[in-house]
């Protein structure tokens, strides 16, 4: 069997500690933690749910603001909510065809 065919059929665990993934998540403070795999790449972040509530709100608050600025300088026009449900509608009928 070559290796693009393997199939895990239990999940890939690390083990650590309780202590030390609160070391690793805490560290400055700022920096999430990289799982890295066998080849050095980073392929996830872990964070904590305080860090990532913070940065998804501050993510929304920095496109809220992006938005009414936009708006401010003329940039925007009315939003025709019942035309986006009928867009929405049709592209899902047409999705489902398939």
């Known amino acids: 069997m070559i290796e693009s065919e393997l199939q895990y059929t239990q999940p890939m665990v690390a083990r650590v500690t309780r202590a030390e993934l609160q070391h690793a998540l805490e560290g400055d403070g700022e920096n999430p933690v990289y799982i890295v795999d066998a080849s050095g790449e980073p392929t996830h972040v872990v964070l904590s749910i305080s860090k990532a509530r913070f940065l998804l709100d501050d993510s929304l608050e920095r496109s ?35």
Do not use: I, P, Y
Not at 69 to 98: F, I, P, Y
């Open 64 to 98: 809220l603001q992006v938005g009414f600025e936009q708006s401010d300088r003329g940039e925007s026009h009315a939003w025709d909510v019942e035309a986006t449900l009928s867009e929405a509608r049709r592209r899902r009928a047409l999705k489902s065809k398939d």
